[in-house]
């Protein structure tokens, strides 16, 4: 209403931003269509020997405008309206594509949206992607949220039951985030429980028993344990002392693109 501006300028921003997330949508459509994602891959290292047993693949999109948009800008989108469908299976062919040309027992994992869980062809989308690469099912690992054991919970434990049958690994991923992550561990034995990054980021007492009683439940759970975002020299010692079994953050190693991981791995400390 005139004489009401503060009210015109907030409805203002909302528009704005209604219509660049409309925009976002619109370019989301055709984004695979027109070969504009890359993934980027993450070392993870074994803190038994501090050598690179794996990567993470990391889904980047190349917006010909407004150049690389993080995943946090666009996976929720592409969840709300399905394309997370068609993307995560471009992602699962491509990541394992890569990672067949990797060295011997390297392992590659890929994150999945709840979403793909609901829509009932995960089993045969990872099936197919390892069949076309000719990569050995126990080099793949998948990672999940506590979000894709929250509804239809039945389902989804029997996909990963299926999966994890082919022997592909299953990891709990940004733990200690969600609302109850201890009941999901007794729903399904995951090989791996990735503590999320910020109970390493802040160092304090909380958050260091916290680190502590995590990587003792997943010991006697049978289960590894990967600190997530370790990004100091600092936090790395206190993680080992804390006896996680894995490292992944920028200290040991940031995303990549795909050509430059066979050098990493041939790196004099790898
Ligand atoms: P995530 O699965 O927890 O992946 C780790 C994120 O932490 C990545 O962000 C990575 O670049 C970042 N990171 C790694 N080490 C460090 C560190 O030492 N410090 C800091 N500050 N950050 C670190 P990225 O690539 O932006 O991905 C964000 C999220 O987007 C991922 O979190 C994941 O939930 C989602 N995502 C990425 N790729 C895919 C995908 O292919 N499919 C699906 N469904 N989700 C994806
Ligand atoms: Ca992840
Ligand atoms: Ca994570």
Redesign the pocket.
Known sequence: RAGRGRYRLFETGMDDLLQRRRETEIDLRRALALKQFE??F?PFLDLSDDRCIGF?????WKHPVRGYI???EF?SL??ENGL?VK??EW?LRT?CQEAATWPGEIIVA????P??FKADTLLDTVMSALKRSGLSAHRLEI?I?EGALLDDTDNVLRTLAALRDIGVKISM??FGTGYSSLSYLQKFPFNKI?I??SF??NANADSEAILRAVAGLGASLGMAITA????TAEQLARIRDERCTHV????TG??MAAHLVADFLTRPDQ
Request: net charge negative.
């Open positions: 993934l980027n993450q993470e693949a990391l889904l980047r993080p995943p946090l996976i592409a969840e997370i993307i995560g992602v990541a890929v994150n999945v949206s979403i793909q990672e949220t991923d940004d990735k999320d990054r390493i980021a997530e975002g370790v990004e992944q953050g920028y200290l940031r995303p």
